[in-house]
Nanobody, 118 residues
Framework: GVQLVESGGGLVQPGGSLRLSCAASGFSFSIFEMFWVRQAPGKGLEWVSGIDSGGGTKYYADSVKGRVTISRDNDKKTVYLQMNSLKSEDTALYYC???????????RGQGTQVTVSS
């Protein structure tokens, strides 16, 4: 079955950077769009970013546009999320997911915690 394992989260000061990674297995990674979604304490899932199978089309939420870059390596079956200029409101559990942009999440991993605090 689908397995998605996120890593790279941590505690960072406002203005700092983090690079999240998601290692995928159990499905044909190279033909699937991939997404990052997040959930802050007490809030619902928020779509953060997405990328098509070939990496040519990328999606970003308005809340992160200009600060976040999504990429993928189909040979390594890994999707990345480079986050810069982090803000306290970026604090959340970040999940790698399959599905359809802003429509539904089909599968997601266990998540990696990002905490932005001084």
């Amino acid at each position: 079955g689908v397995q998605l394992v996120e890593s790279g989260g941590g505690l960072v000061q406002p203005g700092g950077s983090l690079r999240l990674s998601c290692a995928a297995s159990g499905f044909s990674f190279s033909i699937f769009e991939m997404f990052w979604v997040r959930q802050a304490p007490g809030k619902g899932l928020e779509w953060v970013s997405g990328i098509d199978s070939g990496g040519g089309t990328k999606y970003y939420a308005d809340s992160v546009k200009g600060r976040v870059t999504i990429s993928r390596d189909n040979d390594k079956k890994t999707v990345y999320l480079q986050m810069n200029s982090l803000k306290s409101e970026d604090t959340a559990l970040y999940y790698c997911a399959t599905g359809s942009w802003k429509q539904y999440v089909a599968s997601r991993g266990q998540g990696t915690q990002v905490t932005v605090s001084s």
